[in-house]
């Protein structure tokens, strides 16, 4: 999926009163309620990632959620971590059950919680 593709989707599947998000490479993403009060809205959303990001074996982190969207195709897949959520593209699986597309997605969050790359910021702050 293109940069832009993972872009267009994120931004329809979240609710759009949120309006203070980070992207990071793999499609995980984080929300920030308060962004106003943050310094640096990419800094902390780096210090999260890595934080909350990576996976291990019978830790929190292997938790998740799937969540159906109906904006845009796809999932969302959320677990540890307030407000990191990750975005999975029907054209990145042939099985779609639940529990694949929650692997999957955990799968995705791992990568960017061990490399985390920001690709977009939105803000309300212009």
């Given at each position: 999926?293109?940069?832009e ?5 994120v ?8 309006q ?48 159906h969207?109906?904006?845009t ?5 959320s ?34 919680g061990?490399n985390?790359?920001?690709?977009y ?6």
């Amino acid at each position: 999926m293109s940069k832009e593709n993972l872009i267009k989707n994120v931004k329809l599947a979240i609710n759009p009163k949120y309006q203070d998000w980070v992207l990071f490479k793999n499609g995980t993403y984080i929300i920030f309620d308060n962004a106003d009060t943050i310094k640096s809205i990419n800094h902390e959303a780096i210090k999260q990632m890595k934080e909350f990001g990576p996976v291990f074996a019978g830790g929190p982190a292997g938790d998740f959620n799937t969540i159906h969207l109906t904006q845009t195709e796809g999932w969302i897949v959320s677990g540890h971590g307030y407000g990191m959520y990750t975005y999975v593209s029907p054209s990145e699986l042939e099985n779609t059950d639940d529990l694949q597309v929650g692997m999957f997605g955990r799968s995705k969050r791992d990568l960017d919680g061990k490399n985390p790359e920001v690709i977009y910021i939105n803000s309300r702050k212009k």
